[in-house]
């Protein structure tokens, strides 16, 4: 890191959270990995094996694409879609899975946005013989019951999140029935169902924490050997945000050249303007979950009390963004900007009639910005060497193309008042 | 071909179709490829561009499947599932689109059952600038509204068949309002729509004719290479079988070298007992749609007016079977074999619980076969290489995943009575 990090904070004392409390959720191992000042971490080899099922992705570049955009651009992208999930959820699930199992946990608990997790989570768990609670957000569990079926089918328990499965669940359906629910309010929920389990489950988090990220590092590694092979190297990368964890797994390893091989690779996050906690957030100490039962942590926050519209990309509709993402857009090293629903599914169109793949809604906010960045390489009339993440396909997601086809689909504006109110709750701290 | 062939017949002279009355369906260059006696036909330049997005398809060796079922075989499957349409449809729907567009044509009709045909066919008609018309078996358009959008989301228009846009769909539904619909019946209708067009539109179909599985035989060229990387050679190849196509792509190239260069690989057709041609069907004379407006070919069937039980492997739900299938079949060369629903499912998830991949419901039935013969390898303590074409994923059937695990899937026997029924029907024809 170029930058220092701040410590994550407990969310009952306000000091720094030591490993003691981490271990109530995670496995000890997980928690030396989330502190290591390791540069490198080995996968073990029972996660290779199965990574074998799909790894290495493949790399492509967008010939087809680039014809019909008429830009002398060269656009590359990496596909986690062949992943048996669909995502590149299935790289830092596998891990976890293996990690808890080999410190004898028996049963995991999580939340899940759109599906992608929490399937490629219950697809881990399976291989590991562990059993599995999922907290799924609730507007995503009405639309998407395929990614349910999926998760069922790979033997998990889903529950739509708010639940009557916790207090704070049954608190929150108390106060509005029909909550849409949201990633933070599934957070807590799936933490809570650790915390109080008395040791026998752990819980597990698709994004955010640095661990995660790292085991997503994978699709990067292999993407900077993929370009060698080439022949080329990009002069700009680009992911989707969400939590953090494909744009940190796809982009981490090219800010490594950067900052170590003297590359001046621009790096680009993109957020749905519904969501903008880079673009719009503050880096602030705020809670992970709504329930301000999770770590407090330094981040780009809308507020854990923000509620986001219910767009159709659910992955990306979460308050906060990783701690390690946050401090490097801070520090100037990562760009960020924000892009509005129907222009991106209008990219996700456009690709799909060069390439072929209808990408996942999340996947579709790379393609967007890729897309801009290839016309502006074509108004200049410059060769730019473009490359991002495809971090899945939409096969699940095929409720909201028809949305757009249908016009259904809505562009949300910044929703200025509901961050506004939601920064008044950020918690008091002493760290800077 | 080791047995002859059967000619196809006119619908209405019952003589030998020739070129000309064919050519209302199709472009000449496809009509050539189906009555070609060479060996070998290039695959052109335009369609390997795009067979490079996805090709060459991945084949694996299921180590992991092999250790939970304990068997000493070794399992190999070719995946078909990685394309963007999930399965192996879009090998011949480029091509044929490829030829229509090279033909001047400027607008195709289809049937699809599941969708997946329709999705591939709606994916190449886009990369080639051809309007497409997708007539959908009700069942499927019903319950798998996901493969209609994207059919729509590549610009196809798709109807529920039997649909009121032609008067035989029209009088199917005067008949029975709330008919499910089969192959057969869209066949007709799409059959229908371009023969009435004054040759403004083709006819593309997704299976049976010679030139389509000829086009699907890149599966088995690939799969011979990948074994020989592997180091080993198949005792047995094992596919599905619905018209046969992608059975046929994957096991043709086997048998070629059964012919030629004196392997002894058994090759094993798959089929569902609720729908069984191979298994219970006569080796006929029969029409390829339920209108009798399409050629009579020699093939195995159940009688163009039998309708199968609504069973959630529609791409399965086929009278027929392909003619050149069909003759290997009755001439010793292909053994068939008919599973049921059920375990059919129970293999699918053994399947997805050691190699992460969850088979569309069609696919399931080679995996069922493959299964079965690996456990037969294990009472027999003997290693037999197994190979098997996993032909596309289910993330558009987990509809039918949900009603497996919630008991609301059904084993059907042979339907005896239906079938016998449909045999009355059989054309009278002068050719053996």
Known sequence: MPVPMSPPLHPGTKQPADPEFLSALFPMSLIMQEMSPERWIEIPEPVREIYRLWRPTPMFRAVRLEKALGTPAHIYYKYEGVSPAGSHKPNTAVAQAFYNKEAGTKALTTETGAGQWGSALSMACKFFGL???????????????????????????VYPSPSTNTEYGRGVLAADPHSNGSLGIAISEAVIAAASSGGAKKYSLGSVLGHVLMHQTVIGLEALEQMEMAGEYPDMVIGCTGGGSNFAGFCYPFLHQNLTKGHKTRIIAVEPAACPSLTKGRFAYDYGDTAAMAPIVKMFTLGHTFMPPGIHAGGLRYHGM?????????????????????????????????????PAPEAAHAVRAAIDEALLCKRDNVKKVIAFNLCGHGHFDMAAYDAYHTGKLQDYEYPAAAVNEAMTHLPQVDFA
């Open 131 to 157: 059993d599995l609670e999922v907290y799924m957000v609730r507007v995503s569990y009405d639309s998407k019951p395929y990614r349910r079926y999926i998760m069922e089918s790979f033997g998990a328990q």
């Open 322 to 358: 990783a701690p390690s993402l946050s401090a490097l857009v801070d520090g100037g090293y990562i760009e960020a900007r924000a892009v509005m629903q129907r222009p991106t599914f209008a990219a996700a169109l456009e690709f799909a009639a060069s390439e072929g793949i209808l």
